[in-house]
């Protein structure tokens, strides 16, 4: 049987900064979200499956908004973000974190709704055509123990409007992944300001620098990573389970660092869109109203 080319959505994020669910603000010209159109662009791309990572009490209006729209063109799948498989003792030190546990534990959580490569994506990040493109051609020929990022250049996914977190990369000269450093980031003049969140020195870069925004490519053999760094994570933060977050580019540049494997780094010519703070919106809006004139998307997006 034929596997499916699966799309997993990470989407239990609460959107603090923006002030609610970002996954349901309606920014396209026909009051679609930018999930909308990342499904559009993977299902063009070749994707046939969808997997939606949430919160389990953000179910029934996840399912009613977006679910209802997408269902119908594609298949799809829920999962919920939750700590029911890990240790009893793990469990009771989580029962008052609010937020989720973080990228890489949401990950593991699709886990029973995947079976072949698979890409990874924010909910929020409106990522263009041709990354899926990208995408789908290299999980297509995927290689045993080389996963890939499709990458951006760090000036082209900042907001003047205040800090964002990014996966600032450094890249060997073919391209490898070196080290992956998850940051807070800020526009200062023509460099971003970059400040890991590991605590390391706050630095200057290059706008041009590559940044990796969650648009991630693996195989099955990911799970098999994220649990083992998952015990490690647990055990080394019991102390302080309330705010730390298990991030996937931990998981990445261990993998990387112990020669366990390669992640590739895939750029793409796609313009990638967010919302991050209120005032982003209305640049998103205008962005995706362009791109419908242009007939890049249908006016109708869902009316196939």
């Not at 997997?51 to 679910?67: A, D, M, R």
């Not at 123990?145 to 409007?161: C, D, F, H, Q, S």
């Not at 590559?210 to 994570?233: G, H, P, T, Y």
């Not at 647990?234 to 102390?239: A, G, I, P, T």
Request: aromatic letters at 12%; glycine letters at 6%.
């Amino acid at each position: 049987m034929e596997k499916d080319l699966t799309l997993v959505i990470m989407a239990a994020g609460m959107g603090s900064r923006f002030g609610g669910l970002k996954q349901i603000e309606p920014l396209g010209p026909n009051k679609e979200f930018i999930i909308d159109y990342s499904i559009y662009d993977a299902k063009k791309a070749g994707f046939n499956k969808v997997v939606f990572i949430i919160k389990e009490e953000n179910y029934e209006i996840f399912k009613e908004t977006i679910g209802k729209r997408v269902e119908p063109h594609i298949k799809t799948e829920y999962v919920f973000q939750t700590n029911k498989f890990l240790k009893e003792e793990y469990q009771n030190l989580l029962k008052d974190r609010v937020k989720p546990l973080g990228t890489a534990h949401a990950i593991l959580c699709a886990k029973e709704k995947v079976d072949g490569p698979f890409a990874v994506i924010n909910a929020d990040d409106f990522y263009g055509r041709d990354a899926y493109e990208k995408a789908k051609s290299y999980l297509y020929n995927f290689k045993e123990k080389e996963y890939g990022i499709v990458a951006y250049r760090l000036g082209n996914t900042l907001t003047p409007n205040g800090s964002a977190k990014r996966g600032v990369c450094e890249v060997d000269e073919n391209n490898n992944l070196i080290q992956l450093t998850e940051s807070k980031v800020i526009l200062k003049n023509d460099e971003a300001e970059v400040e890991p969140l590991d605590g390391s020195p706050i630095f200057l870069t290059s706008k041009n620098t590559i940044a990796c925004m969650n648009f991630l490519l693996f195989d099955l053999s990911i799970f098999d990573l994220i649990e083992k760094k998952l015990d490690i994570f647990l055990e080394e933060n019991k102390n302080d389970l309330n705010t730390c977050e298990f991030l996937i580019p931990e998981v990445l540049n261990d993998y990387v660092k112990q020669e366990k494997g390669k992640v590739y780094i895939i750029e793409t010519s796609a313009v990638w869109y967010g919302v991050t703070y209120k005032e982003d919106k209305e640049m998103v809006v205008e962005a995706l109203k362009k791109l419908t004139d242009e007939n890049i998307y249908p006016q109708n997006l869902w009316k196939l």
